[in-house]
């Protein structure tokens, strides 16, 4: 019961951060009604989604301070779990997303493990390799339609059962609840006994050994709390889209783009992941359309977009959330 309190309480935050949480929050509410056109709904169910990967890499990218670039192999075993139960056993999304999450949390116990004896850039090289070689053998094996990728079995609409809809709003609500369960477990995470050994093991790994923590096992538990959060955002991509295939769930294209909108908006911060994504995520999308389909203008937007993220980077270290932050204090 004190946890579920801790979750909802945001008194340490500023006036004007519970302001703009309370306002965002009445935007998102009431964001289908505003007669917003089927793109742009689906670019803010991409921004909800991110948000929740961000979220996840978070934990460990963040409060850990590792650099993990290996998490689409969790979002691709939380797709193709959702995915197969119902092709090959007509398994419902609500018993199919929990079993997702549970092979996401073994497998990543099971990676974490040894590839936490690795530290700084070898780590992130190996998450890098883990991922790729788990999408080489889906892309190879036939049992799970290899490259061709695998067509959800489409139910009369709407089914809650199986969560596919004809209209977008549904399933921009369905990724909203996820998205403020999330948040108001990352608003209890980060004041969790698991938080602070993650912060301190982020400053100084010597000094948090001496004080008994033991490092290892705390990088893999939030490891694993990482895994499970992009797993639940890989159950979704698979309702959602109806279709996955190896380069759709488990590029590295997307590990690096949670890792960047997570990191751009400030690791380590609770409003980070969010920020990089409402950044990052509407930036593409509109980027994209707008350029990339103009004659001769065709990488400009990819030029464009790389520009923006080096000249934050290079501002502020801590990202958008950094540089807001400067300005409040500058203020005060």
């Given at each position: 019961?004190?946890?579920?309190?801790?979750?909802?309480?945001?008194?340490?935050?500023?006036?004007?951060?519970?302001?703009?949480?309370?306002?965002?929050?009445?935007?998102?509410?009431?964001?289908?009604?505003?007669?917003?056109?089927?793109?742009?709904?689906?670019?803010?169910?991409?921004?909800?989604?991110?948000?929740?990967?961000?979220?996840?890499?978070?934990?460990?990218?963040?409060?850990?301070?590792?650099?993990?670039?290996?998490?689409?192999?969790?979002?691709?075993?939380?797709?193709?779990?959702?995915?197969?139960?119902?092709?090959?056993?007509?398994?419902?999304?609500?018993?199919?997303?929990?079993?997702?999450?549970?092979?996401?949390?073994?497998?990543?116990?099971?990676?974490?493990?040894?590839?936490?004896?690795?530290k700084g850039h070898y780590f992130a090289i190996a998450t890098i390799c883990t991922s790729l070689v788990l999408q080489d053998i889906f892309a190879n094996w036939k049992l799970v339609g290899a490259a061709k990728?695998?067509?959800?079995?489409?139910?009369?609409?709407?089914?809650?059962?199986?969560?596919?809809?004809?209209?977008?709003?549904?399933?921009?609500?369905?990724?909203?609840?996820?998205?403020?369960?999330?948040?108001?477990?990352?608003?209890?995470?980060?004041?969790?006994?698991?938080?602070y050994q993650l912060r301190m093991i982020k400053d100084d790994e010597d000094a948090a050994e001496s004080l008994g923590i033991d490092i290892r096992w705390c990088k893999i538990k939030a490891y694993t709390i990482a895994s499970a959060f992009v797993a639940v955002g890989g159950g979704f991509m698979a309702v959602y889209n109806l279709y996955i295939d190896p380069a759709s769930v488990m590029d590295l294209d997307l590990?690096?783009?949670?890792?960047?909108?997570?990191?751009?908006?400030?690791?380590?911060?609770?409003?980070?992941?969010?920020?990089?994504?409402?950044?990052?995520?509407?930036?593409?999308?509109?980027?994209?359309?707008?350029?990339?389909?103009?004659?001769?203008?065709?990488?400009?937007?990819?030029?464009?977009?790389?520009?923006?993220?080096?000249?934050?980077?290079?501002?502020?270290?801590?990202?958008?959330?950094?540089?807001?932050?400067?300005?409040?204090?500058?203020?005060?």
């Amino acid at each position: 019961m004190e946890k579920l309190k801790d979750a909802f309480d945001f008194r340490d935050f500023s006036r004007a951060e519970q302001i703009g949480l309370i306002i965002f929050s009445i935007f998102l509410f009431l964001f289908p009604w505003l007669g917003a056109g089927s793109f742009v709904k689906a670019v803010m169910i991409q921004f909800l989604l991110f948000s929740l990967f961000g979220m996840g890499w978070n934990t460990i990218g963040g409060y850990g301070g590792q650099v993990e670039l290996g998490k689409a192999q969790y979002v691709g075993i939380g797709a193709y779990t959702v995915a197969l139960t119902m092709v090959w056993w007509n398994i419902p999304f609500w018993v199919s997303m929990p079993m997702g999450i549970l092979l996401a949390v073994g497998y990543s116990f099971m990676i974490g493990y040894p590839l936490f004896r690795l530290k700084g850039h070898y780590f992130a090289i190996a998450t890098i390799c883990t991922s790729l070689v788990l999408q080489d053998i889906f892309a190879n094996w036939k049992l799970v339609g290899a490259a061709k990728g695998i067509e959800l079995p489409i139910h009369e609409h709407p089914d809650f059962l199986y969560m596919q809809f004809k209209s977008d709003t549904y399933y921009y609500y369905f990724i909203m609840v996820l998205f403020y369960v999330a948040l108001f477990y990352m608003n209890w995470f980060r004041r969790s006994k698991l938080g602070y050994q993650l912060r301190m093991i982020k400053d100084d790994e010597d000094a948090a050994e001496s004080l008994g923590i033991d490092i290892r096992w705390c990088k893999i538990k939030a490891y694993t709390i990482a895994s499970a959060f992009v797993a639940v955002g890989g159950g979704f991509m698979a309702v959602y889209n109806l279709y996955i295939d190896p380069a759709s769930v488990m590029d590295l294209d997307l590990s690096i783009k949670i890792a960047l909108m997570a990191m751009l908006g400030g690791a380590g911060s609770l409003w980070g992941p969010i920020i990089g994504a409402a950044f990052l995520v509407p930036l593409d999308r509109f980027l994209g359309s707008w350029l990339g389909g103009h004659k001769g203008l065709v990488g400009l937007d990819f030029m464009i977009y790389a520009m923006l993220i080096m000249v934050v980077s290079a501002y502020q270290p801590k990202g958008i959330w950094g540089i807001i932050e400067q300005f409040r204090r500058k203020g005060s």
